[in-house]
């Protein structure tokens, strides 16, 4: 088969975080007969710098007609002068709206090896498994009117607007429960139905999407606030959980930090199956930056690259056996001792970028 990827480095550690994955498609291709064929684009600082856009039209074509797009990560100091239309995260913003990426997946994962090293009581995160499911594409970032009016009295007001359409809600509520499917079965929606309307469209039209299409998965709701403090209490509970657009952003930055480092977080945007192959849109990038702050030096933890490639396996090529591998293939590197600087406790080995990926190309390769 084959499958084509768009590789999107952009800038700071971006490229060398992407370098790693490259050697995973390079062994994967020569010895597991992959079949990945890969081309390469400029997104960010870089594609300004090369035609002052913060991403081609040639470039936006090839992610189009690409099966998956990984992308590293864009901005940086350099660029912070530029025009507001062609600044680095413009490209992203393109992206994600051209391919219509309305479902943001956001795993977090404790890896066994990091729980003992948590700042947090080991027993509340070892073994913690879950996803955030977040709409993308609607809500209070995008709904109008949105502006700042002023009043004329001396006073200025600001408006946004909360909008969500039945069918932004059943699609999203549709991905969470097939990806509870995959996993334990179990999704929780949450929302603030006590005091916004979206909030009550949103439980009702979750609940109906499940009666009609997914009772076999088990669903609860919670209040959004109440789920933020559940998720610093209890977060072993959840499975699959489901939200929106801002909701999803606090809830998914809060999960982030049960696991540890910005280094070790992977995210997966997935858009529309297309209507004659079922192949949906997606992109994979890690949750970090560009990190300028340690760019260049060869000392990043290009983890969360190399996790968004393994759900890239998952989600886009349906590679479960060879996804599995690569997570277990992180654990293992993780177990043995090897440490990028960002993640090193005490008994840690430290490793460059380079060397992490290689490891984890090593134990990919054995198990
Ligand atoms: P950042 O995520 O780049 O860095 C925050 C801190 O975490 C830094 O101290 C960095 O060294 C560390 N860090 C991040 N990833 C790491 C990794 N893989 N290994 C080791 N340490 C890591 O966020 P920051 O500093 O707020 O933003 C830097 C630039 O990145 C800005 O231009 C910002 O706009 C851009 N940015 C881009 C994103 C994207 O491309 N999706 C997302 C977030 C920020
Ligand atoms: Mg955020």
Redesign the pocket.
Known sequence: ATRKLLLLP?????PE?MAEVSKLIAVMNAEFDAGFETESGLV??AAYDAHGQAISDADMERALAADAVL???????K??GVPYEVR??AG?LRLRKELELFANLRPAICYPALAASSSLKKELVEGLDILIVRELTGGVYFGEPKEIVDLGNGQKRAVDTQVYDTFEIERIAGVAFELARTRRNKVCSMEKHNVMKSGVLWKEVVAATHQAKYADVELTHMLADAGGMQLVRQPKQFDVIVTDNLFGDMLSDVAAMLTG????LPSASLGAPDPATGKRRALY???????????GQG???????IASFAMCLRYSFNMIEEADRLEGAIAAVLEDGLR????LSEGGREVS?SAMGSAIVEKFRAL
């Open positions: 952009g800038d700071g550690i971006g975080a960010g600082g992308f590293g990560a864009v901005g940086g100091p660029w912070d680095p995260e992203l480092s910005l280094g070790m990038e890690p949750v970090h930056g560009s990190a300028p702050d340690i760019a000392i990043a933890n290009p983890i969360a690259m990028t600087r960002d993640i970028t």
